[in-house]
């Protein structure tokens, strides 16, 4: 009777795997991670962010690009306009437009830049409701530099491209590099942005 009943345990400690090896430890057997089971409410399209971009486009500017997001976001341009140009620097690379102007004159011209600046961003916000674009589910998928091809010029390109995951959105703002630093000027896209397909 004792003999049948260690036998017994010995065989349910066995088969509940007491005495059984590890087969994590074992090199020949490949243990497969377990998989969730739910699967997603609704479809999602992956985007890739482009890894090479195409000759002559850089891929920079990151902090400008969220500012810009940022500004589309709240209507406000308190983030970006740590980018917008001081009279300094506007002289520095606009040296015809501002020859023989007062700094007060120059003033004039950025704020007029300024000006049209948060009014594109109105249109952009405007645009956006109108085409049901929830502009919080946005996020900056790149950031697109382009060499201006005048030469000489110091006024070049960059492209905030947008996504809300499924669907891309993109404009596009003039800047200038000065003494190391990125400055904003304008956006010159503001049409058929986020035009429904």
């Not at 345990?9 to 005495?19: K, M």
């Not at 983030?79 to 506007?90: E, G, H, N």
Request: some cysteine; charged content about 25%; aromatic content about 8%.
């Amino acid at each position: 009777m004792k003999f049948i009943a260690i036998v017994t345990s010995l065989i349910c400690l066995t088969s509940c795997g007491l005495f059984k090896k590890n087969q994590k430890d074992d090199p020949t057997k490949i243990v497969e991670e377990p998989v969730a089971e739910q699967e997603p409410t609704q479809p999602i399209q992956n985007i890739e962010v482009q890894q090479t971009p195409p000759q002559g486009i850089k891929m920079t500017y990151g902090e400008v690009c969220e500012s810009f997001l940022s500004a589309l976001q709240s209507g406000s341009v308190d983030q970006i306009s740590q980018y917008f140009l001081d009279v300094t620097v506007a002289r520095a690379i606009a040296g015809k437009e501002t020859n023989g102007k007062t700094d007060k004159d120059v003033q004039v011209m950025i704020d007029g830049m300024t000006s049209r600046f948060m009014e594109n961003i109105e249109h952009l916000r405007t645009a956006a409701d109108e085409n049901n674009v929830n502009l919080n589910g946005l996020r900056v998928r790149n950031c697109l530099y382009f060499d201006s091809e005048e030469p000489g010029s110091m006024i070049n390109f960059l492209t905030p491209d947008l996504s809300d995951g499924s669907k891309d959105y993109k404009t596009t703002l003039t800047i200038a590099n000065y003494s190391g630093k990125t400055y904003v000027m304008e956006i010159v896209k503001t049409t058929n942005v986020f035009n429904k397909p």
